[in-house]
C-alpha cells in the first residue's frame, strides 16, 4: 500500500491546492478582516430594514455578501483543519471562524421577524420599486413562510434567550453516554482483554467469532441497563420540549414541525414506514438467509451484523479507482462525464491520501465560487473506490447547483444531500457487478448493497417508527419511563426482524445507544434519501438519455425551489409508495442474486 508519513512526498496532482481559495494566510487574513468589520456595519440596518425597498434591498445584498465571504473563508478554515487536525494553528482559525458566525448571527438576528412584518401588499409594491428584490425572492418566501408559527416579539427574544439551556439533553445525553460510562473488559478474537467501547463494539459484532461477538454485545447492554432511568428521563424531557415548543408555535404536532423545517409533509413520513411494513418479508428472507450461511441453530442479534462473505481483497491503485469511477458514471452523459473527469485528474478536486493528524473518513466540501474538495483516506480497497463514486456524487451535484443558480439559492438541502452520492454508489455497485470477472468480488459488492440497504432503508425506518411512536406518547400526556420505552423498542425489533430471528432481550435498550433521537424526526431522511437514490437508478438504467437530462436538471435546482418540487424534477413523488417500493425492488432482486451466486 502507498504509504506517506508527510505530505510534501504526495504528488501535487493528488493533494488539495487551497492557495486557489486564499493565496496565502494574509489574504485569508484581510478576507477576514473585511469581513468582521462589514458584520459591525451591519448592525445599524436593523433600525430601516422594513422601512422601504431601497433600505430592504440593500440589507439583503449585504447579508448575502457576509454570507457569501464567511463560507469562503470557513471551508478554507476547515480544510486547512482538517489536513493536520494536529495543528494548532488550523484549531485557531477554526475557533476565529466560530466567533465571526456568531458575530453575524447576533447581528442578523433581526431579519427573520421583521420581514414577517412586511404584508403582501407592500412587498408587491416593493418589487415593482425595486426589481433587484426579485433575486431574493426565495430568501424572502423562506423566512415568510413561518409567519403563522413565529411568536411575538417579545416572546421570541425569551425563547432565544434560554435556547443554551434548551438544547442541552443531546449534549447531556453525549457526555454521559462517551466520558461517564464505561463498560469493562472482554477478550477480543485473539483473547486479549481489552477495554469495551461503544465505538469499538461494532466492529466486535462484524467479527467471526460469535463467543466474542455474544460477549460484546451482553457486556455492552449490562451497564446501559443500570442506567436505563436516567436515558429514559432524559429522552423524555427532550421529546416533553419538543412537543411543547411546536403546540407554542401552532405547530399539528412536533412531526409537522420538523417536517416544516425542511418543506416537506408528514405525508412522506408515514408512506415510507407504511411501505416498508409491508415488504418486511424480504428483509426477513435476508436473515433467513444469513442463519444458514452462518450455519447457526438460530440468527441472533449479535448475528446480524457479521458479513456473508469475506472482503474479496481486490487493490486498486488511485488511477484504478479514478477510471473505474469515470467508467461507472459514464451513463451519466458526457457534461456529466466530462466535468468529472476534469475534476478528478486535472483540477484535483480530491486529497487522496491518509497522512499522520489527517482528519479520518472521507466528505465533500467546497463552496459557491470554488472547485469542490474531497477528502479521502485512500487505502486501495474495493470500499475505498465506491466512496470515491458517493462523494463524487456530492462533489457533482454541488457543482450543477452552484454553476446554475443565484448564490443565495444555490446551496442544496440536507433533504435531498445524500441522493446523488447514493445514486453514484449504487450506480457503481451495478456496474462491478457487470463489469468484474471475480465472483468473489461480485458477492462483496451484493452484500455490501445488501447491507447499505439493511443499515439506511430498514434499520432507519425502524428508528423513525419508534421516534414517532415516543412522540405521540409525549403528546398525550404520557410520561416515558424506561419500561415504556423498552417495550417499544422490543416490539419494533421483533416485527423488523421477523419471526426466524431469536430477539434477545438486551435488545430492547437499544435506543439509548441512538444520538439521532435528540435530533428529532432527522433518521427518516436516510431512508427517503437511499429510495429516491434507488427510483433514479432504476429510471436511469431503463430509460436512458431521456431521463438523464432529467435528472441533471434535478441537480441542477440547489435550493431555488423545495426539496420536493426538485425531486419531482426528477420524476421523485415521496408522497407515493413507489419510490420506497423501487428501493424494496431492488433489494429483493439483489438477496435473489446472491442467493444464486453464492
Ligand atoms: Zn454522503
Redesign the pocket.
Known sequence: MTNYTDRKQIPQSEKWDLTAIYKDQQAFDQDYAKTAELIEQFKSREADFITGSAPFYATLKDAQQIESLLNRLEVYASLFSDLDTGNNEGQILMGRMFKLYNDFGEASSFMQTAMLKVDDLTLQAWNKEEPGLLDYARTIEKARRFREHTLTDESEKLIASMQNAMHSHSRIRSVFANADLSFGKIRDESGKLVTLTDTNYVPFLMGSNRNVRRNAFRTLYRTYDQFGNTFASLLNSYISEKVTMAQVRKYGSSLEESTFYDEVTPEIYHNLIKTVNAHLGSIYDYYTMKQKLLGIPKLHLYDVYTPLVSSSHSHYTYDEAVREVLDALKILGKEYHSTLKQGLTEKHWVDVWPTPGKRGGA?SSGCYGTEPYILLNFTETLDDVSTLA??SG?SMHSYFSHTNNKEQEAYYTIFV??VA?TVNEILFAHYKLRTSSSKEEKLEVLNQLLELYRGTLFRQTMFAEFEEIAHEKVSNGMTLTKDILNADYYALVKKYFGPDVYVDKQIALEWMRIPHFYRFFYVYKYATCISAASSIVKKIETQGDSYINQYLNFLKCGDSRSPLDSLLVAGIDLRKPEVIEDALNDFESILKEFKKSI
Do not use: D, L, P, V
Open positions: 466528505y458517493h462523494e456530492h444531500a445524500e452520492s
